[in-house]
Nanobody
Framework: QVQLVESGGGWVQPGGSLRLSCAAS????????MSWYRQAPGKERELVAT????????NYPDSMKGSFTISRDNEKNTVYLQMNSLKPEDTAVYYC?????????WGQGTQVTVSS
């Protein structure tokens, strides 16, 4: 079975950092475009970052604020999201997404809460 499992979420104070992980099983992560999305209470799910399966190039929406970095470790079959300088508006459930042609998969999400 295909499974994406996010971890690393939790509570941090504003200005703090978290590193989220998305561990894949049942698929070879390096063959998939990988993205992180987030969904805050009462808001739609939005794209945070993408890393390409073609050349490992990364993309971040222009509207995205803060210091986020997506990366992958193909030997560990895991994608990461490093989040620095976190703000309360970054509070959301963060989801890992894998896509390859018609195939796509979602993780169950991990909660990130930023508050003082």
């Amino acid at each position: 079975q295909v499974q994406l499992v996010e971890s690393g979420g939790g509570w941090v104070q504003p200005g703090g950092s978290l590193r989220l992980s998305c561990a894949a099983s049942g698929i070879t992560l390096s063959r998939y475009h990988m993205s992180w999305y987030r969904q805050a209470p009462g808001k739609e799910r939005e794209l945070v970052a993408t890393i390409s399966a073609i050349d490992d190039s990364t993309n971040y929406p222009d509207s995205m604020k803060g210091s986020f970095t997506i990366s992958r470790d193909n030997e560990k079959n895991t994608v990461y999201l490093q989040m620095n300088s976190l703000k309360p508006e970054d509070t959301a459930v963060y989801y890992c997404h894998a896509i390859r042609g018609i195939l796509n998969y979602w993780g169950q999400g991990t909660q990130v809460t930023v508050s003082s």
